[in-house]
């Protein structure tokens, strides 16, 4: 594992993840909704474990993913690591790199972010994404991995 500084991601990122989060959430606030209006259970007893799994999905999650994540630019690779329980630190040459993408949601488009996916040889681990980058920064990478190749290949 390297020791060098990470770039962390765009905080926007943190916006989307906590927006994502809350739609997973809404088919379980509706059903809280109804088993409190029927008067199933003791009042409280399913909405407020919810309100704490929204607290924790939507308020405390997200700022853990963000901090969690970060990339290295060198000069011949591209290091990605992430993960809040499992931890990954991906390191991949650009001589390996088939083709590179850079992709937007509609929730990514909207705060102005995207991924960078980057396709190599192999089976195993043979996508790399690199999600929460500002658009321009993606598409600034991009090009760089892409005139990379373009050296190598003369």
Known sequence: MDDAPLTPLDPAYIKV????????????????????IADL?????????????????VGLMPV?????RGFEMGADRLRVVKGVLFHADT?????????????????ERTFGIARLILHT???????VILPGLAHGDAV??????RAHLQREAQ
């Open 140 to 145: 600034a990478m991009r090009e760089e991995i």
């Open 64 to 68: 853990r993913r963000w901090r969690s």
């Open 91 to 107: 390191v991949v040459p650009f001589s390996r790199v088939q083709h590179i993408d850079v992709e937007q949601g509609p929730l």
């Open 121 to 127: 040889a192999g089976t195993h681990n043979s996508s």
């Open 17 to 36: 993840v906590r927006v994502n989060g809350a739609i997973a959430l809404l088919p379980l606030l509706a059903g809280a909704i109804v088993i409190e």
């Open 41 to 57: 259970l003791p009042s409280g007893l399913i909405f407020v474990p919810f309100a704490l799994l929204a607290l924790l999905l």
